[in-house]
């Protein structure tokens, strides 16, 4: 069974008697452990996706099943829980409280869950030092480089257990160098059984996953490479 699937997901704009199918019929599986680009330019449904798969928005038709749960039709607080429990989201301006610390930063979501102090502090540290960043619990996020302040949206993203990580242009605000060392962060994460979704503008930057999901017009099409994805193709 999948872990994430759409069935026949459409999400329908009206303006000005106008109807905008910004999602047309869209069906997905999304497994644990899949690491999946999202790829399209601007209006093509990309973010519009995006929400769907994380918990954001509902769609207007069709069926959304997270983990064997129809989660169609939950409303805003259930969908809030849903997102807290089981999805981590990195974006690409970090989005760290600048008045926070690095740990403070990372306990944020476990203090929504309401998890207690000793709880929270055990999981960010142990969070942080999954992205060796052990030594910088108390830094403020002035104080770091974008790649380590991405590396620290991360972990916030870690410390509830989430089975989905989706991240949003998460390298758009960095160097080559460390966009790469972001990525393969990513991909580490996938072969510990996360299912990382990137979505991108980016043809390189989808390029490293095995899925990809292009989507134009609210339509996707899927491209798997075979070689990204671990097999050997057969020769004669």
Do not use: W
């Not at 108390?138 to 990580?165: C, E, H």
């Not at 996953?209 to 996707?220: A, F, H, L």
């Amino acid at each position: 069974m999948a872990l994430l699937e759409l069935r026949n997901v459409s999400k329908i704009y009206h303006t000005g008697g106008e109807e905008i199918r910004a999602l047309d019929d869209v069906t997905l599986d999304l497994h644990q452990g899949d690491f999946i680009s999202i790829i399209g330019p601007s209006g093509s449904g990309k973010s519009t996706l995006m929400h769907v798969l994380g918990c954001l928005d509902s769609p207007t038709r069709g069926e959304v099943v997270l983990d064997g749960v129809d989660i169609s039709k939950a409303t805003t607080s259930q969908l809030a829980r849903i997102r807290n429990r089981t999805i981590g989201f990195v974006f690409q301006s970090f989005n760290l409280l600048p008045k926070l610390n690095v740990l403070q930063n990372v306990e944020l979501p476990m203090v929504y869950a309401g998890l207690g102090g000793k709880a929270r502090h055990e999981r960010a540290v142990k969070a942080l030092e999954m992205v060796e960043l052990g030594h910088r619990l108390k830094n403020r996020p002035n104080q770091l480089s974008g790649g380590q302040q991405q590396r620290v949206a991360i972990a916030r993203a870690l410390v509830n257990d989430p089975k989905i990580i989706l991240a949003d242009e998460p390298t758009g605000n960095l160097d080559t160098h460390t966009g790469e060392v972001i990525l393969n962060l990513f991909r580490e994460l996938s072969t510990q059984g996360r299912t990382v979704i990137l979505v991108t503008h980016n043809p390189e930057i989808a390029a490293v996953t095995p899925r990809r999901i292009e989507i134009r017009n609210g339509k996707v099409a899927e491209k798997v490479d075979p070689r990204l994805a671990g097999f050997t193709p057969s020769t004669p």
